[in-house]
C-alpha cells in the first residue's frame, strides 16, 4: 500500500520534502536534524517521507545531489555558451550569484558538507569528495579556453586563474551568508580587476 495519501498526491511532495530536509540539514546539520522535524517542516505523514526516502542518510543524499546538480547545469552551460570568455563568465557568476541569493539554503549545505568532510555519513563523504575538484577542473577549462583563443595572456596558468575566481566568489558567498551582500556592479567590478591582470592586451 502507497505511504502517500490522496490529499499528498496532489502536492509535489517529494520536492517539498527535499526543500525542508535541505533547510534543516543546512542550519542544524545532519546529526542534528531527525525524520520528526522534517516531517513537521512540510507538513506531511512519516509513511510519506518513507515512501520517497527509505531513510534519513538517503534524504540527506538526495538534498546534496540536487544541489550540486544544479550547480554541475550553470558551470556546464556557461561553459558550452558561445561568446567571449569575459561576458561568458560574467553571466554565468550572475547567474550564479542569483541562485545562491534565491536559495541560501542550498549553498550553506554544500558549504557544510565542503567545510566538514570527515565528519558526514560515509555515502555521503564517498560521493561528494571529489566535488569542488571537478567544479575547479571546469572553471580551468574556461580559462584554457580563453588562453587557447587568444583572449588570455599566454602566460598565466588556468589553474591559478580557476583557484583566483574560486576565492573572489567564496568571500562573496560568505559575505552573502551573514546577510551583508554586495550590490551586483561591485561584484562585476572585482571580476574585472581579476580579469584585467590576466586579459591579453
Excluded at 189 to 197: K, N, S
Aim: charged share 25%.
Amino acid at each position: 500500500m502507497s505511504g502517500e495519501t490522496s490529499a499528498e498526491t496532489k502536492r509535489d511532495l517529494r520536492a517539498e520534502i527535499l526543500a525542508a530536509a535541505t533547510e534543516l540539514f543546512a542550519s542544524q546539520g545532519f546529526d542534528a536534524t531527525s525524520i520528526r522535524e522534517v516531517v513537521q517542516a512540510c507538513g506531511c505523514t512519516k509513511p510519506a517521507l518513507y515512501y520517497y526516502f527509505q531513510n534519513k542518510e538517503l534524504l540527506f543524499l538526495e538534498a546534496l545531489r540536487a544541489q550540486v546538480a544544479a550547480m554541475d547545469v550553470m558551470i556546464v552551460e556557461t561553459l558550452a555558451a558561445g561568446g567571449p570568455l569575459r561576458e561568458r563568465l560574467k553571466s554565468g557568476l550572475k547567474r550564479f550569484f542569483q541562485y545562491v541569493t534565491e536559495n541560501p539554503s542550498s549553498m550553506r549545505l554544500l558549504w557544510r558538507i565542503d567545510m566538514d568532510m570527515q565528519s558526514q555519513p560515509d555515502d555521503v563523504a564517498r560521493e561528494f569528495a571529489g566535488t569542488r575538484e571537478r567544479h575547479m577542473a571546469f572553471i580551468s577549462e574556461f580559462f584554457q579556453q580563453g588562453i587557447s583563443r587568444g583572449e588570455l595572456r599566454g602566460d598565466v596558468d588556468p589553474t591559478d586563474c580557476a583557484i583566483a575566481l574560486a576565492g573572489i566568489m567564496d568571500i562573496q558567498i560568505q559575505l552573502g551568508m551573514q546577510g551583508v551582500p554586495r550590490e551586483p556592479e561591485r561584484v562585476d567590478a572585482t571580476f574585472d580587476l581579476l580579469f584585467d591582470g590576466i586579459a591579453k592586451r
